[in-house]
C-alpha cells in the first residue's frame, strides 16, 4: 500500500480546515429570491383600480408581513402593454411599479435602476384595474438589487443597513455581482431579490444561495 504524503494528524487538520472554510461561506450566504415584475398600490389608487374600499386577497407570503395578492393589473405604457401585472400587498404611502428592463422595452417607459421608495425623478405609467384606470405621475423603477436581513443575521455578518456588497453566485453562469444593497431591518427575513433577467442571466432559481464577500 502506497504511504500517505499526510500524518494522521496533518490530514484531520485539513479536513478541519475544509469545513471550517465551507460553513463560514454558508453562514455569509443567504437565499435568492427571484422578483417578476409586480406593483405596489396606495390606498387611493386601490379605491380607483378595485373600488373603493377594497381590501388585497394575500395568495402568497414573502418577507415578513408582505404579500403577492390575487388582485392583478394591467400597465400601459406609450409603445405597448402588460397584462396580469401582481399586485404586492400591504398598501403603501405611494403607488411603485417595478419591471425589468427587457418589459421597459416593450411598454416604452425608461426606468431608472433604483431602491424601492427612491421614486424622484421616476417615469410615470397608466394603470388599469378591473373598476378604474389610473395615470401614475411617477413611480416606475427597475429595483436595484438588494439583501433583506434580520437584525441578528446582520449583526453575525458584522455588516449594516445601506452597505453596499460584492455578491457571488455559483454554477455554469456563475458571476460575481457588485452593488447588492444591504436593507436591514427587524422586519426582514434574509432573502437576496433580484429580478428574473438577472435570475436567467445568472442561471439561478429560488432558494439558490447567494454568497456574500467580504474581505
Ligand atoms: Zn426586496
Not at 66 to 73: G, I, L, M, R
Amino acid at each position: 500500500m502506497e504511504k500517505s504524503q499526510y500524518t494522521q494528524e496533518e490530514f484531520l487538520r485539513l479536513i478541519i480546515k475544509l469545513v471550517v472554510e465551507e460553513l463560514s461561506k454558508w453562514e455569509r450566504s443567504v437565499p435568492i429570491g427571484i422578483s417578476n415584475r409586480h406593483i405596489h398600490l396606495s390606498r387611493a389608487e386601490m379605491d380607483v383600480l378595485f373600488g373603493v374600499g377594497s381590501e388585497l386577497t394575500p395568495i402568497k407570503d414573502l418577507q415578513p408581513g408582505q404579500y403577492a395578492a390575487k388582485e392583478t393589473v394591467t400597465i400601459q405604457g406609450p409603445k405597448g402593454e402588460l397584462k396580469r401585472v401582481r399586485v404586492l400587498g400591504p398598501l403603501r404611502k405611494e403607488s411603485q411599479v417595478e419591471i425589468s428592463i427587457g418589459d421597459s422595452f416593450v411598454l416604452g417607459v425608461h426606468p431608472p435602476v433604483r431602491e424601492s421608495g427612491k421614486l424622484e425623478g421616476t417615469p410615470g405609467i397608466k394603470v388599469i384595474g378591473p373598476k378604474g384606470e389610473v395615470e401614475l405621475e411617477r413611480g416606475v423603477i427597475a429595483a436595484l438589487r438588494h439583501i433583506h436581513l434580520d437584525l441578528v443575521t446582520a449583526e453575525r455578518m458584522g455588516v449594516h443597513d445601506g452597505q453596499f456588497v460584492q455578491v457571488k453566485i455559483e454554477g455554469q453562469r456563475g458571476a460575481i455581482l457588485d452593488n447588492a444593497l444591504l436593507r436591514v431591518s427587524d422586519k426582514f427575513a434574509p432573502e437576496m431579490h433580484i429580478d428574473v433577467e438577472e435570475a436567467n442571466a445568472l442561471g439561478v432559481k429560488n432558494s439558490d444561495r447567494a454568497y456574500i464577500i467580504l474581505d
